[in-house]
């Protein structure tokens, strides 16, 4: 009796081993889901940036103030009779000037 119970454990075991670890086993399962997962991530992530190509497409065909922005940010470019003004940005821009008034006082 006891050489029949190991044989049908054996068999057992040889039966659950396909399951698991075999081509389309519960593990290859778990691991296509996962990378399922990661596709669908990256695929919502690039229909958003698509979407806002496609947003700036339509502006740029269909409208001269999106031609006339990029020109001026990305170009540099100006109107005839337009002055062009560069304001150089301060290193410490959060940070107020000191004030006269603010000096330490001196008991």
């Known amino acids: 009796m006891r050489w029949f119970a190991i044989a049908l454990l054996a068999l057992l075991l040889l039966l659950q081993y396909p399951l698991w670890f075999g081509k389309g086993g519960w593990l290859k399962v778990w ?4 990378q399922l997962l990661q596709h669908r991530e990256a695929n919502r992530q690039l229909e ?7 947003a700036e497409v339509r502006d740029l065909k269909t409208g001269y103030e ?4 990029r020109a001026r940010f990305e170009l540099g470019m100006i109107k005839p009779g337009e002055a062009f003004i560069s304001l150089p940005e301060d290193e410490g821009q959060g940070e107020a000037a000191p004030d006269a008034n603010d000096a330490p006082r001196q008991p």
């Open 31 to 34: 691991e296509y889901d996962r």
């Open 48 to 54: 958003v940036r698509n979407a806002g190509l496609d």
């Open 66 to 69: 999106a031609i006339e922005e």
